[in-house]
């Protein structure tokens, strides 16, 4: 079974020594570097169209959708031990968000731009207009580039993972009420030898999975989608992500 003992030890010798921020370079495990550009667009969307998601099932009062948008890193992540930049950058990466302290659910937390399904709208159109609220991004639907696997959270939601093509200089700005930073993260921050890191939990038979960034790490689900974008959008897998634990922190 995946996450148990012997997959953890495996996924421990995989990941083998942490490599310096300093030291790692944009790059992709096939040595091509990552920039945002229509190379990079036409081969997530090629991944994504190969890709069979698993959909669950979920009432409209617990139905979430969230924003995978990719995009340059620009001026860089504003994270400890990744680089900072005087000139605007073509690096391809992910948006992420620190979640707003006054919130009254998961504040504080990693989170990609997202939140609950009005009445009638679908995923997409839900991901895209959280988007916009949390972080000013405005974008069309033919931005989508595609879906991920459903996620059940342990807080009792279904969160929808959206992949979208924000494209290079893409413009965000943070509503404080929701978004207290957003930070532009390398893709090849998630193809980095010691991720993911799986953590056994007493309560579950499935481990916890945290993605490093930087001198950082962010936890299952949001690290949980990271993951199969990863092995999904950049590697062409069909890996699934559903069984990892979440830290208790986002349980409630």
Request: net charge negative.
């Amino acid at each position: 079974m995946f996450g148990s003992r012997s997959e953890m030890e495996r996924m421990s010798l995989l990941a083998g020594p942490m490599s310096p921020p300093s030291q790692r370079i944009h790059q992709s495990e096939d040595g091509h570097i990552m920039i945002c550009n229509d190379d990079l667009r036409t081969r997530i969307s090629e991944n994504l169209r190969a890709f069979e998601p698993v959909v669950a099932e979920v009432d409209d009062a617990h139905h979430a959708a969230v924003a995978i948008t990719v995009t340059d890193v620009g001026f860089g992540a504003e994270l400890a031990g990744l680089p900072a930049y005087d000139d605007w950058q073509n690096l391809a990466g992910l948006i992420l968000t620190r979640r707003s302290a006054q919130l009254r659910k998961h504040a504080g937390q990693w989170a990609f731009p997202g939140g609950r399904l009005d009445a009638g709208e679908t995923p997409v159109v839900t991901a895209l207009r959280e988007m916009h609220e949390e972080v000013a991004i405005d974008l069309a639907a033919d931005a989508v580039l595609g879906r991920l696997d459903d996620f059940v959270t342990r807080s009792g939601f279904v969160m929808t993972p959206i992949v979208v093509w924000g494209g290079p200089g893409l413009q965000a700005q943070a509503n404080p009420d929701e978004v207290a930073s957003i930070h532009r993260v390398p893709l090849t921050e998630f193809l980095r030898e010691d991720a993911p890191r799986l953590e056994p939990m007493a309560e579950s038979d499935h481990p916890i999975l945290r993605m490093p960034v930087g001198r950082d790490h962010i936890a299952a689900p949001t690290a949980a989608l990271i993951y199969q974008f990863r092995e999904v959008c950049l590697l062409g897998l069909s890996t699934r992500v559903a069984h990892f634990e979440q830290p208790r922190f986002a349980w409630r």
